[in-house]
């Protein structure tokens, strides 16, 4: 496959020792030898194809990290507990997310990120013009799960017509857990039959601006549950617990619980914030009909971490849908079962009890019958989705996940802006010095060189656009650090060809065969040294925690691109220059004059005995 | 370029050259001296490790009719504990407050916006908790070794083990190194000058690898020659490789000498300014390192093993006929490859061993003319 192009090239002997050379690699050495243009085009394809997907895409530049826009980049750890160590798992870390995700975009931020970084650490990024303070503290605190009886809701806002949709759901929702456990997949399927209860779903989209909360009415009543079957908060006379918080308290309570405002965020994320567990409080939550409801609920009974697991399971037998079902510890198991038994006793709203996370009511099914037995299960009219997430939320509070802020860093716009132009100066001035220097010592060939450094920037640039909205990579001060860095791995890899191309001239060979017989060599050298240098980069990029990984994830990227492009840019472009007369005929400014390199003549042609080795070879 | 065009082809020729095999144990002795300089400026200095490290917060706020000194006071006053400023090329300063806790250190910064007059949401700060340094520190250690186990593992598949000694030898020695000059000069240890260490792992293996690459091809069927010994060639392949392993040097240490000159000197410090410190450090100590140390070491690995030993006697016994000849054959030390050797010894050959053999050839006789 070698041959047609190498044999116009003339003398007989550089021709075979070529396709000696080339013959053991038939497949890539020699298709890029003789089909450069194809390889060419492909490239050039390959970079309009992605440059097109950039503009498509909308994304234009490449998602700037705080530390270059400007923000606070929060940094959490979560801390192991006694007795606890196997409490940090990648999916109570993503469960982490998923509710600090919840609370910081609840502050009305947006774009807002949280992701988890390493096996421990969470890492919140607020862009700049969010409150900093109120991020921290509503991602620095610990997630707290009660389970709460309810004293009085009712929704919160004017739109909604309270109707009490009392036990019109009930028919559907109570299953005995026996049932369940099969399907719930535990083992120590209790035999007791422990109830549903039936639990509003929550729902996502939030309650229109209110005129006028409703004043507290005595008698609550409840969610406006036009479907039977998805709502279920009922209404009715005080628990027991209740009761017990009387006095002042209470009515500062009321009057709380009168001037709420669920509708509004601000009054949300303020309600009940601060009650101790065995207080009464306050609380908001969603209906399944999205309106905001607002509830006062007694001291909490039982807590997260009685929960032993909760898990989302799909009920085949009832056709009851999704549903959620409850593992209690021990402990939890009576206080679950005296919980439950008072309620029961209740009647409607006080036969629920509220699930409150972090404050906010998730869900507040009733019960009917006294639950006894550690396990139970909440059914209702889930989208899968729905019941997942309860699940996640009732595992999440039962685990002892807590934080510590690892790191904080404030930057301001301006220093963001800075860094970017710094770090932007100084490729620039590194680029500029590396192309100088490639120029005076290379001459022509520094056009090649410089080409496929221009190719390989525009790659990385238009890849890390791209890979901002597709993974969530954002460029950061040290990401900028690796690309700059890489100029050089990128650089040397054209040096390693060169330097054998020139070393082939200097052995009397013409440069069409000299570019040949260079380049299987050459690439097996590129090859092993990015092999090394990507390893490095890979094995930063998994270990490593924080800044580190921005730089490795560049470097590495920028490794594999180095590869692309000397394979299917530099190797083929050489290739076709080298047919031109410019640098085919060594011009004293192509880089590859013979006689500036010092080449001899090729007086091995006189050599008879040498290729005499030849047919036997072949 | 053509100076340096004939020099490339002068040192690929092996006309000219510096025997680094030979001169090994000169270049073993200045790096043992350095490492034992830096071990010791570890020992006694230790280092300077950042506020990343031992938790604290840096302020670094913009500029201000404050002086330097003022704002220490007023730093040392809010936080109670040391304070460190150093004024920026911006005008801005940066405040270094270790030992503070992140909830302490809001307090700090409120009570210094006040001080200096500005703004609170125009100081940038980074507040860290001790634990967290101590974390990267950790992960860049279980880096590290994952990453020796990983190179020395595929350096001893690629190559052979010898050589994967050789190069976790020059690593570690450059490593040391740059750590060293860090405890003897005091830079600040931080996130950035880790990430710095932990590239120049890959750079300085990168440059090692390419040597041997050259090395491996060289030495392929040595011992079907009996012209050169192992060493020998090892040193031409150094020599050979020598344009090269300085391009690659100039080319990293460029970009490299860009950031350096920003991070220091438009912004002062910060993680541009440490990247680029270690590795600049560390990129010298590569390149010099898969030079002088690591080559030599496999030559003198391979001169141990029984085959080598084999070949070094019948070379020189072939020499000291020759030498009865000829006296000044043995000044070609480093200018032929081992090519002349009987008729083409193994015809079955193909390829790259081909190639040394008949550019000998052809430089046979001019060399012969020569003397």
């Known amino acids: 496959m070698a041959r047609p192009s190498a044999r116009p090239s003339g003398a007989g002997r550089p021709e075979r020792e070529y396709e000696k050379v080339a013959a053991p690699k038939k497949g890539r050495s020699a298709s890029a030898q003789s089909r450069p243009g194809r390889a060419l085009v492909l490239m050039l394809i390959a970079v309009v194809a992605l440059t097109g997907g950039m503009f498509a895409s909308g994304h234009h530049t490449p998602r700037l990290g705080i530390d270059l826009a400007g923000g606070t980049s929060i940094t959490l750890t979560a801390v192991t507990e006694p007795g606890q160590a196997n409490a940090i798992n990648p999916t109570n870390m993503d469960t982490a997310v998923e509710i600090m995700e919840r609370r910081v975009n609840g502050l009305g931020v947006s774009e807002a990120e949280v992701q988890t970084q390493g096996d421990r650490n969470i890492i919140v990024n607020v862009p700049k013009g969010t409150d900093s303070e109120q991020a921290r503290e509503q991602v620095g605190t610990t997630a707290k799960l009660y389970f709460r009886p309810v004293v009085a809701t009712e929704v919160s806002g004017t739109d909604a017509s309270a109707s009490p949709s009392a036990g019109s759901s009930a028919a559907a929702s109570p299953s005995p857990s026996a049932s369940a456990d099969e399907s719930a997949a535990d083992e120590e399927a209790s035999s007791s039959p422990s109830d549903a209860a039936s639990p509003s779903a929550s729902a996502t989209s939030q309650g229109r601006a209110v005129t006028e909360a409703l004043k507290a009415d005595p008698t609550p009543s409840d969610s406006a549950a036009t479907s039977a079957d998805a709502s279920a908060s009922p209404s009715a006379s005080a628990s027991a617990s209740e009761s017990a918080g009387s006095g002042e308290a209470d009515a500062q309570l009321q009057a709380q619980y009168a001037a709420l405002d669920c509708t509004k965020a601000d009054q949300r994320s303020e309600a009940g914030s601060g009650a101790k567990p065995a207080d009464s409080t306050v609380a908001c939550g969603q209906n399944a009909q999205g309106q905001w409801q607002k509830y006062v609920l007694g001291p909490a009974e ?317 | 370029m053509s100076k340096l065009g004939n020099l490339g082809a002068r040192l690929h020729r092996g006309e000219i050259g510096y025997d680094f095999v030979a001169h090994r144990f000169l270049w073993y002795g200045v790096s043992v001296l350095i490492t034992v300089l830096a071990i010791a400026g570890l020992g006694f200095r230790g280092l300077n490790m950042g506020i990343e490290f031992q938790g604290g917060a840096v302020f670094t706020v913009p500029k201000t009719s404050v002086s330097a000194s003022q704002a220490e006071t007023y730093a040392e006053e809010a936080a109670g504990h040391d304070a460190i400023v150093q004024e920026l090329g911006s005008g801005g300063m940066r405040i270094q407050v270790s030992g503070v806790d992140t909830a302490k250190s809001d307090d700090i910064k409120q009570q210094l916006a006040q001080d200096l007059k500005v703004d609170a949401d125009d100081i940038n700060a980074d507040l860290v908790g001790p634990s967290w340094g101590e974390q990267i520190a950790n992960k860049a250690w279980q880096g590290l070794g994952i990453f020796l186990v990983l190179v020395v593992i595929y350096l001893a598949i690629a190559f052979e083990w010898r050589m994967a000694v050789a190069a976790f030898v020059a690593l570690i020695h450059d490593i040391t190194i740059t750590v060293g000059i860090y405890a003897l000069v005091g830079f600040e240890v931080t996130p950035g000058t880790v990430i710095g260490l932990l590239t120049i792992l890959g750079y300085s293996l990168y440059d090692t690898v390419v040597v041997f690459d050259s090395l491996k091809e060289q030495t392929k069927d040595i011992t079907k020659q009996t012209r050169w010994t192992y060493s020998e060639i090892a040193n031409r392949s150094i020599n050979s490789t020598l344009v090269r392993s300085v391009n690659t040097t100039v080319v990293a240490l460029l970009p490299v000498a860009g950031l350096l000159f920003i991070g220091g000197g438009v912004l002062g410090a910060g993680m541009l300014n440490d990247i680029s410190l270690s590795l600049f450090v560390g990129l010298a100590a590569g390149a010099y390192s898969s030079i002088f140390i690591a080559t030599p070491l496999v030559a003198d690995l391979k001169e141990r093993e029984p085959q080598m030993k084999a070949l070094k006697k019948r070379v020189l016994a072939k020499r000291a006929q020759s030498t009865d000849r000829d006296t000044a054959d043995q000044d070609g030390t480093a200018d032929e490859p081992y090519g002349d050797e009987p008729e083409d010894a193994a015809p079955a050959v193909v390829g790259p061993r081909h190639q040394p053999a008949t550019r000998n050839r052809g430089r046979g006789r001019p060399s012969g003319k020569r003397r």
């Open chain 1, 302 to 618: 039982v807590d997260g971490t009685d929960v032993d697991k909760a898990e989302a399971v799909f009920d085949t037998q009832s056709a009851a849908g999704w549903k959620v079902t409850m593992d209690f510890t021990s402990k939890g198991a009576d206080k679950f079962a005296a919980i439950t038994g008072k309620l029961a006793q209740n009647q409607t709203p006080q036969n629920q009890f509220a699930i409150v996370l972090d404050n906010e009511v998730v869900s507040d099914p009733y019960v009917n019958q006294s639950i006894t037995g550690g396990n139970a299960e909440i059914s209702g009219s889930f989208t899968q989705e729905e019941a997942q997430g309860l699940a996640n939320m009732l595992s999440y509070g039962a685990l002892p996940l807590s934080f510590k802020e690892s790191s904080v860093t404030t930057v301001t716009a301006a220093l963001g802006g800075e860094q970017l132009e710094a770090g932007l100066i100084a490729g620039a001035i590194g680029l500029a010095l590396v192309v100088i220097y490639l120029l005076v010592y290379y001459r022509g060939l520094s056009l090649i060189a410089l080409a496929s450094l221009l190719i390989s920037a525009a790659l990385t640039y238009v890849i890390m656009s791209l890979l901002g909205p597709a993974i969530g990579f954002a460029l950061n001060l040290p990401a900028v650090c690796g690309a700059i860095v890489a100029i050089g791995i990128t650089a040397d890899s054209f040096i390693v060809y060169f330097e054998r191309v020139r070393d082939e001239v200097r052995e009397g060979r013409s440069l069409r065969p000299a570019v040949e017989r260079g380049w299987p060599r050459a690439r097996r050298t590129i090859l092993v040294s990015d092999f090394v240098s990507f390893l490095a980069a890979a094995v930063l990029f998994v270990v490593s925690v924080g800044k580190v990984q921005g730089f490795a994830f560049t470097l590495g990227l920028t490794t594999l691109l180095d590869v692309v492009v000397v394979f299917f840019f530099t190797k083929p472009l050489l290739t076709l220059l080298a047919r031109t007369k410019f640098f085919g005929g060594g011009h004293k400014w192509s880089g590859l004059d013979p006689k500036r390199l010092g080449a001899r003549p090729p007086l091995r042609r006189t050599r008879r005995p040498a290729v005499h080795v030849d047919p036997k070879e072949a």
